[in-house]
């Protein structure tokens, strides 16, 4: 068996409230139909008990993402590069899902559910980009 460091810890911090946060938009997205057809108002409320969650894991994922960023240090000017994207997407992904949680009419909650749906996917992937330097 492999010994368990602290950075065993970080990093299963990080990846448990990366599945919160884009797994549960992607498994809430495929809930849709099934709650629409229990009710008008379920959708709302699923949303609103995500949410309770979500943004919770959003926010140990930017405590850890900062722990990861001292832990890791300068790995170079590409690193660095990627660092900037990535926090681009947290900033985009962040928001997007700020402005879709509290529209109020169908087209601007279609349009950032679909923006914070790709920001969220793209975060993840530039998350496994910089894990592998
Ligand atoms: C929506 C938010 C975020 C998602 C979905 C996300 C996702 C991920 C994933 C999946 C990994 C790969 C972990 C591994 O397998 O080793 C990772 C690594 C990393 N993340 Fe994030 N992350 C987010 C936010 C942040 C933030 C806010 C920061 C910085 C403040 C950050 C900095 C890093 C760094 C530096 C690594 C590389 C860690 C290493 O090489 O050990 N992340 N991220």
Do not use: C
Not at 38 to 43: E, L
Not at 48 to 56: D, E, H, I, L, S
Not at 78 to 95: E, P
């Amino acid at each position: 068996m492999k010994p368990i460091h602290l950075d065993t810890l970080r990093l299963f911090l990080h990846v448990l409230a990366a599945t919160v946060w884009v797994g549960g938009q992607i498994t809430l997205a495929a809930l849709v139909p099934a709650l629409r057809a229990a009710g008008s108002d379920v959708p709302k409320a699923a949303a609103k008990a995500f949410n309770r969650v979500a943004w919770p894991a959003f926010a140990v994922l930017v405590v850890t993402g900062a722990w990861n960023v001292v832990a890791e240090g300068d790995k170079g000017p590409a690193y660095q590069r990627t660092l900037m994207l990535k926090y681009t997407l947290v900033l985009a992904s962040g928001f997007t899902a700020y402005v879709h949680a509290r529209a109020t009419s169908r087209r601007t909650m279609a349009v950032f559910g679909a923006l914070t749906g790709l920001t969220a996917l793209a975060t993840l992937f530039v998350g496994i980009l910089l894990a592998g330097d």
